[in-house]
């Protein structure tokens, strides 16, 4: 059997270094490639086509979740593993509902990792027992059923969201972008007439709340 080719995802070079030593001693996975952000993850991708993508979810530029949806929606045949530090119910439910498969706390044991990938690998969802237990039951329904305002907004308008959250000037989101200064202004009127959310303190809160930035 072909082993399974892993892209690993996360900020901190020494997180990535582990996971590698992690990986490497477990048999039939290989990691072909490493990404420090969700935008060098998605060019990997492309070039690599793993099966298995392990991801961080604070990442600048473009977070976890929006490179899941991204990853998910270009090439449905990926798995997505999150690997985070967040607990919080709403980074699971938004991490699930944008197509991941499992979603691992950092400070789980080594063997957790293992069984999260072989249930994985088995066409199995994961989630570590210590995330909300509530999850587990409901999150199929309640990720398709119920509507939440950041579900409304398009790609585009969460990533200027991200981008506004992490404190970058309108002139900074256009270069990034690669968008006029006029048409982010624009994204910026329509996230705050659309969320009812008329300041940047309060995007910002709103960009924490729903898992798009963490600090």
């Keep these: 059997m072909n082993p399974v080719r892993v892209l690993l995802a996360d900020d901190h070079t020494l997180v990535r270094a582990g996971l ?34 392990l991801m961080d979810i604070a990442m600048p530029g473009l977070n976890g979740i929006e490179a ?12 997505v593993l999150i690997l985070s530090m ?15 498969v499992a979603y691992l706390l950092k400070d789980a044991a080594p ?27 409901d999150y199929v329904q309640r990720l398709r059923d119920e509507e939440q305002p950041a579900t409304a907004l398009s790609p585009r308008q969460r990533e200027v969201l991200q981008l506004i959250a992490e404190g970058h000037s309108t002139k ?15 994204h910026r009127s329509q996230l705050m007439r659309q969320l009812d959310i008329h300041e940047v303190a309060g995007l910002v809160r709103y960009a ?5 930035v963490s600090f």
């Design 111 to 137: 063997m957790e990792l293992e069984l999260a990938l072989s249930a994985v690998m088995r066409g199995e969802t994961y989630l570590s027992p210590a995330v909300s237990k509530g999850v587990v039951h």
């Design 20 to 53: 590698r030593k992690l990986l490497e001693a477990i048999p039939d996975y290989v990691v072909v490639g490493e990404a420090g952000d969700g935008l060098a993850l998605l060019e990997l991708a492309q070039q690599l086509q793993p099966g298995l993508v």
């Design 208 to 212: 924490m709340r729903v898992g798009l």
């Design 86 to 100: 967040h607990q919080n119910e709403e980074y699971v439910r938004q991490a699930l509902r944008q197509g991941a």
């Design 172 to 186: 900074e989101i256009a270069r990034r972008l690669e968008l006029s200064v006029k048409t982010v202004d624009t």
């Design 68 to 79: 899941t949806a991204r990853l998910v929606k270009s090439w449905p045949n990926i798995k």
